[in-house]
Each structure stands twice: as structure tokens, then as C-alpha cells.
């Protein structure tokens, strides 16, 4: 499993609605209005990298009011809870 933090600035009137059609985006777990130099935090869980590239090329940074991204890829996590679990579907 590749996990992801995509950082995007976005058009501030499609704040809410760039949120909700990134929700939309199969591979985004999650998405966070925040403070500083970025907009937008999605976190993207998918299966290998090549679908990563697909996720941020093709979906997200094609969505309208979407106007820059900066994406982090996750080596490790470190957690008080074993977040592993709460993902794990069974899938191989």
C-alpha cells in the first residue's frame, strides 16, 4: 500500500467543492482544509505507485480550480494505533 499527501493550492471560491469532488476520487482517504503556504491536504492510499501517478495526474490536478500540487509519498508510519488495521480490507 503507497500512502500519499497530496498538498494543493486551489482557487478559494471551489474550496468546498474541490474537497467534495476529491472525495469522489477513488484512492483519496481523506481531505483537509488547512492553514499555511497550501489549501487543501488529501491523503491517497492505493496499491502501488504507478496508480499514485495516475490518482495526481489524471484526476486530481485535472480538477478544475485546482491550481498547484505537491505530493509526499510515506515511507513509514508511526502511530499510537496500528492504522494498518483500520485500512486492512483482507485484499492481497
Request: charged share 25%; aromatic share 6%.
Amino acid at each position: 500500500m503507497v500512502t500519499a499527501f497530496i498538498l494543493m493550492n486551489v482557487s478559494r471560491p471551489r474550496l468546498k467543492s474541490i474537497a467534495d469532488d476529491l472525495l469522489a476520487i477513488e484512492g483519496i482517504a481523506e481531505v483537509y482544509s488547512v492553514a499555511g503556504p497550501f489549501d487543501i491536504v488529501a491523503i491517497a492510499r492505493v496499491k502501488e505507485h504507478e496508480a499514485l501517478n495516475d490518482l495526481v495526474t489524471e484526476h486530481v490536478a485535472a480538477l478544475d480550480g485546482v491550481d498547484s500540487t505537491e505530493t509526499l509519498i510515506a515511507f513509514k508510519t508511526f502511530s499510537k494505533k496500528d492504522l494498518g488495521m483500520l485500512w486492512d480490507i483482507g485484499v492481497d
